[in-house]
């Protein structure tokens, strides 16, 4: 906690406001002043980081350093002022002296686009539990200029924008030139044998410079500060003077541009060569700088690399930073002259590799001819890693060439990134109890074979801080009156909160608490896109990335049905029901573009029909992103969580509406099996087929007509989309659930249909009952503790990292 009182807290803000600014509080914009706070903050975590670092040097104890291509982190205000307890003293100031308040100030803040989706944001979460818990820590990404994309919808089709987030988001951001080192591309690899072994020469190297930015994230009254060390790439070279007095303008900031192109956009779209090429430069960049920043570290500090494993925790989140293995591997042999076995030793005891897919196809793959071109010692290492590891194998199971041939590094012409981290890896997770048995049944089978100790599971978690104590402060004030603020640093205390569960007093004040965060979000949809909500409604909301598998596809066919029955019975009686949707499909997605498009046609064409529409509302909210989440996860009442089982690797979304108090939807997939087990299964709807039913069905051979010609209602969705919505006529959809190639319904959309039906009639008939609801929404609430962020960040502290929490 910071001891921080309303004049300190004005004092301070007129200070930043004269130094950077040169103006008085009665001048100052709240652009100005929302910088001037921002600084205010930011030096005070500065500070703190400054003495948390002494006393970790002083301990001597090991640090995490987590390495992710992206990090949604949302805006940095509000969470770093509540996590340093200083938003009540700041907010009095502000509205004393500045004419304005600490929420004006939030909204204006961009949210930093570093990050996509859930990947990022799970990885935003643990900095700030890493934080919160005193453990010393370090997350390494790339300061993108561009954000993915801010979407706009324009007659139902998606439209990427440039997210320009840096003038608004960089005043979090401390450049340290201190922190500056080379990353080397193209040319060729020359060995030279000495008398002291093999030195290795990089002939015709592009180099270009990577730069460090440091975000601080607080810890919640925690002495930790989490950095988030972010590289810009830069050219190394004296700006051409020469060519540009010549006139040749364009030519003498060629190579500044293209270094800077490395940093410009967060994934760029990769379906062409140029794009393949700059992902590849993106991820080696962010490897290459972390790695030389470590070793700098590590080496100033202790002198020997051999203690690296000791001091040293590399985690890769997902496989975008998995050449960090040959990377470390080169910067071990070719630099500090270990020998391969003493360097491999090194390395696989310092890495550790988390997996975010079941899906094989969507493990990431690179041509072995574009690393070879891009990064040739690096394929050098890649190839001798392959080959002693294919010996051995060969070795244990001699003339299995199928079982060899999958487990490899590189085969045919492709470089299998999952491979080379399950290789090279102490220790491999799954992020749900579910995909962790999953991936060793199936796409580590192999490895799983040959490495058993090597496979666990951490489920994933979230900053409940944030998802609910800054989001939904009137909740909090319930639970704090109920079983006090002690859930604040211990989730598992949200237990406590069971005990109420035949409290009529409690039941009610959560329903009333629900009906305001309805109620704030229609004010915010309305003020955003003009949305018109009905409050009264039930809120079904999906917001998640657009994919087939996550089948927003099979929420609006059950939409669809409903729209059906009200267009032939407009008085029939039904839970009036708002449908939410918030989703950015990837730019080169056009089957998930196809699906936006549907949604939204169906929304205009039901708003036709006011008497329907009085009963079925439909909304897309355009650019889903935290900030925006932070609104909508209060205000939902049933949160859809309907991916195919098998598929979803466990999600975070399901867990922040759980916490919130909205009742799941949901398949047998990921973490909402360990939702239902914490909460009861009277507690959530739980439909569909489960993972093993889907891989039975597949081995008997799918064949969604069936399930199309059994069910009249589908029949007449079918026709519904072919006649279309608004004018657009939707038959394609009706083909790819019907008769698509390779495989019709690959997601099995139209197998799960009858159940969804059928479950949300239960969830309807539940719904009538508030009360009811109200006491399941309470055992939500108080199961959803174990899904915080700072449970799972202890077990990889502990399973995996071996690390200890300075005190």
């Known amino acids: 906690m910071t001891n921080i009182t309303e004049k300190d807290a004005a004092s301070l803000i007129r200070a930043k406001l004269s130094k950077y600014f040169g103006v008085a509080p009665t001048e100052a914009t709240k652009e100005q002043i929302y910088k001037a706070v921002a600084l205010c903050v930011r030096d005070m975590l500065l500070e703190k980081r400054s003495a948390f670092n002494k006393k970790y040097r002083e301990k001597g104890g090991k640090r995490v350093y987590y390495l992710c291509m992206e990090f949604l982190l949302g805006q940095s205000l509000k969470n770093n002022a509540y996590n340093l307890s200083i938003q009540d003293s700041f907010d009095a100031a502000l509205k004393s002296e500045f004419n304005c308040s600490l929420e004006e100030l939030y909204n204006l803040e961009p949210d930093a686009g570093l990050g996509n989706g859930g990947l990022g944001r799970l990885a935003a979460c643990f900095m700030d539990a890493l934080a919160s818990n005193n453990y010393p820590a370090m997350g390494y990404s790339i300061r993108y200029e561009y954000g993915l994309f801010k979407q706009k919808i324009v007659d139902g089709w998606q439209i990427e924008l440039p997210d320009i987030w840096l003038p608004g988001g960089e005043v979090w951001l401390t450049q340290r030139l201190d922190k500056t080192f080379k990353v080397k591309f193209d040319g060729h690899i020359k060995e030279n044998w000495t008398e002291n072994g093999l030195t290795i020469q990089h002939i015709d190297a592009k180099e270009i410079e990577a730069v460090a930015y440091d975000m601080m994230i607080?810890?919640?009254?925690?002495?930790?500060?989490?950095?988030?060390?972010?590289?810009k790439a830069q050219n190394i070279r004296d700006f051409d003077m020469k060519t540009f007095s010549q006139g040749d303008y364009m030519r003498s900031m060629q190579e500044d541009n293209e270094a800077e192109l490395i940093s410009k956009v967060l994934y760029p779209s990769d379906n062409h060569f140029e794009g393949k090429s700059l992902r590849l430069k993106q991820q080696y960049l962010l490897v290459s700088a972390t790695l030389q920043d470590i070793i700098k570290d590590h080496k100033r500090r202790y002198g020997s690399l051999d203690t690296l494993p000791d001091k040293a925790a590399i985690h890769i989140n997902d496989t975008h930073p998995a050449l960090c293995i040959p990377e470390l591997m080169r910067i071990l042999i070719d630099d500090n002259g270990y020998s391969w076995d003493d360097a491999w030793s090194i390395v696989t005891r310092t890495v550790a590799y988390t997996n975010h897919t079941v899906m094989s196809e969507a493990l990431e793959k690179w041509s072995e001819d574009l690393i070879a071109r891009r990064l040739p010692r690096i394929h050098m290492i890649i190839r001798e890693i392959n080959q002693r590891f294919c010996g051995e194998m060969w070795d244990k199971f001699p003339g299995d060439w199928d079982k060899i041939n999958r487990m490899s590094i590189i085969s045919h012409n492709q470089v299998k990134m999952a491979n080379l981290s399950v290789i090279a890896s102490h220790k491999v997770n799954g992020v749900s109890a579910l995909h962790s048995d999953i991936i060793k049944d199936s796409i580590f089978k192999d490895f799983n074979d040959v490495y058993p100790e090597k496979f666990t599971?951490?489920?994933?978690?979230?900053?409940?801080r944030r998802w609910l104590c800054q989001s939904n402060p009137e909740l909090c004030e319930l639970l704090n009156e109920c079983i006090g603020d002690g859930y604040v640093k211990d989730a598992s205390k949200l237990a406590l909160f069971k005990k109420f569960a035949k409290d009529k007093t409690v039941l009610e004040r959560l329903n009333a608490i629900k009906a305001i965060k309805k109620q704030q979000f229609c004010d915010f949809a309305k003020k955003k896109q003009g949305f018109i909500i009905n409050p009264d409604t039930l809120f079904d909301v999906q917001a998640k990335r657009m994919h087939e598998y996550k089948?927003?596809?099979?929420?609006?066919?059950?939409?669809?049905?409903?729209?059906?029955?009200?267009?032939?019975?407009?008085?029939?009686?039904?839970?009036?029901?708002?449908?939410?949707?918030?989703?950015?499909a990837a730019p080169?997605?056009?089957?998930?573009?196809?699906i936006i498009k549907l949604i939204c046609c169906l929304s205009e064409d039901i708003k036709k029909h006011p008497k329907i529409n009085e009963k079925l509302n439909v909304v897309y909210m355009e650019d889903y992103c935290v900030s925006m989440a932070e609104k909508l996860m209060p205000a939902t009442e049933i949160s859809e969580q309907i991916s195919q089982a098998g598929k979803e690797a466990s999600g975070t979304g399901n867990m922040k509406f759980m916490i919130n108090g909205a009742l799941t939807i949901g398949t047998l997939d990921g973490a909402n099996v360990e939702m239902g087990q914490a909460c009861g299964?009277?507690?959530i709807f739980i439909f569909g087929l489960t993972a093993d039913e889907v891989?039975?069905?597949?081995?008997?051979?799918?064949?969604?007509?069936?399930?199309?010609?059994?069910?009249?209602?589908?029949?007449?969705v079918m026709e519904a989309l072919n006649r279309g919505f608004n004018g657009v006529s939707f038959?394609?959809?009706?083909?790819?659930?019907?008769?698509?190639?390779?495989?019709?319904?690959?997601?099995?959309c139209l197998a799960d249909f009858g159940s969804f039906c059928d479950i949300h009639a239960k969830a309807d008939?539940?719904?009538a009952n508030k009360l009811d609801w109200a006491k399941k929404s309470l055992y939500n609430i108080a199961s959803a503790g174990i899904f915080a962020s700072d449970r799972s960040i202890k077990e990889y502290a502990d399973r995996i990292w071996g690390l200890k929490r300075i005190k």
Do not use: C
């Not at 891989?695 to 007449?716: C, I, M, P, R, V």
């Open 457 to 464: 599971n951490v489920t994933n978690g979230i900053a409940h």
């Open 551 to 584: 089948r927003q596809l099979l929420n609006a066919l059950y939409i669809i049905s409903l729209y059906n029955e009200l267009l032939e019975n407009p008085d029939k009686e039904m839970t009036p029901k708002t449908f939410i949707f918030g989703a950015k």
């Open 695 to 716: 891989e039975d069905l597949w081995k008997q051979g799918y064949n969604s007509s069936a399930f199309y010609t059994d069910n009249k209602k589908l029949e007449k």
């Open 218 to 231: 607080s810890g919640k009254n925690s002495d930790a500060v989490s950095v988030l060390r972010l590289w």
């Open 588 to 594: 080169g997605y056009y089957f998930a573009k196809q």
């Open 731 to 748: 038959a394609d959809m009706t083909k790819y659930l019907l008769t698509g190639s390779p495989v019709a319904d690959p997601y099995m």
């Open 681 to 683: 299964k009277d507690n």
């Open 765 to 767: 008939k539940v719904y």
